[in-house]
């Protein structure tokens, strides 16, 4: 999990663009997206994101979640 990664999402928090700081498995998860996106390691990667990207990744995650919960 990445500390650069947290600390743009404290962030986005903190400017009320997220609706609570994702969890650990979310945050695990939000990585993998931002390494698959910009083909960086994450914290290199998440320079690269505006803050309206990295929101889009973040609501992504949280969304193929619930749908995991809700077949599950």
């Known amino acids: 999990m990445s500390r650069v990664v947290l600390e743009r999402l404290t962030l986005l928090l903190f400017n ?6 994702p969890d650990h498995d979310e945050r695990v ?7 698959h996106v910009t083909h960086k390691y994450c914290d290199e990667g998440v ?6 990207q990295l929101k889009e990744i973040v609501e992504r ?3 193929r979640k619930k749908k995991v919960e809700v077949y599950a």
């Open 29 to 35: 998860e939000i990585d993998r997206e931002i390494e």
């Open 47 to 52: 320079k690269q994101l505006t803050d309206e």
């Open 61 to 63: 995650v949280r969304r």
């Open 16 to 21: 009320k663009a997220l609706e609570g700081i």
